[in-house]
């Protein structure tokens, strides 16, 4: 009898113990392989927006060789605005500057490089000051890709344009979205990515 009393007791701490033991869940591996697959799914999701972004916004020449063209012609003028337009069937680079007597303006063929257009015009005196104070460096801001990765992730849409200028101060991508019938503009912070407003 006190054996099997023993026994019993034994037994009972046993199952106390372990009821009392590590609560923690553990996932199971159909849990655990949902877990990844889900983590897989937004990973992919991310590298196509952005590979999107990439083939509909990089052309044979980038920013930095259309304003290269553009200086090697007009050169020690300052950049006031640079923009990807679609014209007639074709992106083409419009690119603008000021220097303390003219203003400038040449439109770039943004696959092959090939000048279409280039301006060149007396400035006001009246207007020396403002448009001086509008000139900027393409290096200031971030990629414009980057630009509209974020646009299209917060607004969707398609890319259609682009325009880089500075507006009261601040330097500003303005990204041209196509949603549908809808056209809208929407503004980013060429220097921070933050988003400041959407144009209807």
């Known amino acids: 009898m006190k054996k099997l009393h023993l026994i019993t007791s ?7 113990l372990t009821g009392c033991g590590n609560k923690n869940t553990v996932n199971t591996p159909e ?7 889900t983590e897989i799914a937004e990973k992919v999701e991310d ?3 952005e590979k999107e972004v990439q083939n509909n916004t990089t052309a044979a020449i980038d920013p930095s060789k259309a304003l290269e063209t553009f200086n090697s012609h007009f050169p020690n ?6 923009a990807l337009d679609y014209y007639r069937g074709q992106y083409h680079y419009d690119i603008e500057g000021v220097d303390d007597n003219f203003e400038y303006e040449m439109e770039i063929n943004s696959e092959t490089g090939e000048i279409i257009k280039e301006e060149k015009e007396n ?15 393409l290096s200031d801001a971030i990629p414009v890709q980057d630009a509209i990765t974020k646009v299209l992730e917060n607004h969707g849409g398609e890319f259609k344009e682009w325009t ?6 601040i330097l500003i991508y303005e990204i041209d ?20 407003g ?3």
């Open 164 to 169: 880089l200028e500075k507006d009261d101060g």
């Open 10 to 16: 034994m037994g009972l701490c046993i199952l106390l």
């Open 177 to 196: 979205v196509i949603d549908g019938n809808r056209d809208f503009e929407v503004y980013v912070n060429a220097e921070t990515g933050e988003i400041l």
């Open 198 to 200: 959407i144009d209807d």
């Open 77 to 82: 003028v300052g950049l006031t605005k640079i």
């Open 47 to 49: 590298t196509t927006l």
């Open 31 to 37: 849990q655990n392989i949902n877990t990844e697959k």
């Open 123 to 137: 400035l006001d005196r009246d207007d020396v000051f403002e448009e001086k104070a509008n000139i900027f460096n």
